[in-house]
């Protein structure tokens, strides 16, 4: 168990500093979007949160510099004012980090991991906690390298391309029944390292509906654009009509209108044909929701998307199982078969091409490529228990923010599982977001 967690926190720290290696200081330091941190905001960051968990609150240390937990503090600061912080350079962002992995490591050799012990230790939760915060930052970070403007943004290694295969179609019906919904992973569940807003398990019963087998491409969301469904309200939720209006939307965001019926898109910083055959991203909850009125349908509720990605249903008897992923339990690693995760292309792959991450109902690409945007508010399921903090989950449930699910290409296998749960506003598209559609029958 020691040794997995050194190496989850090894890998997420090497992730961390490859995405920020092919850019300068200055590039790290500026505010490429007031949407977004400086990226060296992010690095710092993440270590001054290892350190209050791993060192000060786990091992009982004194602070490095108590100034860092103001400029670090999420809650504190917003991001438009973070360029204003006196933040520490990147030469000096990457010594605190190490300074504080160093010391997290040394206790990690003799911290009680054991069940009966602390809960926050127990069966490593607290460095899972920390281990998929940093990854979480890195996907921010993606997101800011997408937003970054100028010369473009190439990876250390060029990444492969995914193999194109038969995309699914149409839909799959699951029939109504009830399934398991969240995780009973006790908090330290080894490997499960749940949030507290995936507790606890509860059963939900659904009538029948039909849901999509892959999520909506480029190609499909180019029609809704091309018959006019920016231009009706019909379409839309009255406050995402008012989005659109107020913000001149007329597709989704980074899409470039070429014009004599020929589309690209912007990819960190590249302009490239739109590939049709992609599920498409940067789509706002309005904007996914106002697709699927128009093609006659509707966004899942989450209750619908994970019954749809991990109940696997016993012939005939009403019963079933619950999977970690879509696939069964097996995490995906680097360049597997099963998920586009962890930024294997830079992009998501085009639908059909992770047939082996299919769920026992036969829908595709539910977890990686793309967050699915759910029909759903953000709310506490019965008999939940914030843990370890008000601050991770508590503050924001309610009915500003709706709920993503599934995890994008940029989205780290560690930090992402058929239960957890991602919240954003409605008008959000910068994050990696598309969807797929539902229906009742
Ligand atoms: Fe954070």
């Known amino acids: 168990m020691r040794q997995r967690l050194a190496d989850e926190l090894e890998g997420v720290r090497r992730r961390s500093l490859d995405l920020l290696a092919p850019l300068d200081d200055d590039h790290l330091r500026r505010q490429h979007s007031p949407l977004m941190s400086p990226l060296v905001w992010d690095l710092a960051h993440v270590g001054n949160f290892e350190e209050l968990w791993l060192l000060r609150e786990v091992a009982g240390a004194e602070p ?90 190439r990876p250390l290694a060029p990444p492969p391309p995914a193999v194109v295969g038969p995309p699914p179609s149409g839909e799959v019906v699951v029939a109504a029944g009830p399934f398991v919904m969240g995780s009973d992973a006790d908090p330290s569940g080894t490997g499960a390292w749940a949030y507290d807003n995936e507790r606890p398990a509860h059963v939900v019963d659904l009538p029948e509906f039909r849901i999509d087998a892959g999520p909506v491409t480029n190609g499909r969301f180019l029609e809704f654009v091309l018959d006019g469904g920016y231009d009706l309200p019909f379409f839309w939720e009255p406050e995402g009509w008012t989005w659109r209006q107020g913000n001149d939307v007329r597709h989704p965001l980074f899409w470039v209108d070429e014009g004599g019926g020929d589309w690209s898109r912007v990819r960190l910083g590249f302009r490239e044909d739109l590939p049709l055959d992609e599920p498409v991203q940067h789509v706002s909850w309005y904007e996914a929701d106002a697709f699927a009125r128009w093609a006659g349908k509707r966004l899942p509720t989450e209750a619908e998307w994970e019954k749809a990605a ?132």
């Open 64 to 153: 490095i510099d108590r100034a860092l937990d103001d400029v670090y503090d999420a809650f504190r600061h917003p991001r438009p004012n973070r360029p204003s912080l006196p933040l520490l350079g990147p030469a000096e962002s990457r010594r605190y980090l190490l300074d504080v992995r160093g010391r997290a490591l040394e206790h990690l050799e003799r911290a009680d991991l054991d069940d009966g012990g602390r809960p926050l230790l127990a069966g490593g939760f607290v460095y899972g906690m920390v281990v998929q915060h940093e990854h979480q930052h890195d996907e921010t970070m993606l997101a800011t390298l997408q937003l970054m403007a100028g010369d473009g943004y």
């Open 310 to 441: 991990s109940w696997a249903p016993c012939a005939g008897r009403g019963g079933g199982a619950k999977r970690r992923f879509p696939w069964g339990d097996e995490s995906p690693v680097p360049g597997s078969s099963l998920a586009n995760l962890g930024q294997a292309h830079f992009r998501p792959a085009p639908v059909g091409a992770y047939p082996d991450g299919a769920s026992a109902y036969g829908c595709h690409q539910m977890i990686g490529d793309v967050w699915e945007w759910t029909a759903s508010d953000f709310e506490p399921y019965p008999g939940f228990a914030s843990f370890p903090y008000r601050e991770y989950s508590e503050v924001f449930f309610g009915a500003d923010y709706k709920v993503l699910r599934g995890g994008s290409w940029a989205t780290s296998p560690a930090a992402v599982r058929n239960t957890f749960r991602n919240w954003d506003y409605p008008i959000r598209r910068q994050i990696f977001s598309g969807f797929r559609c539902a229906r009742g029958t």
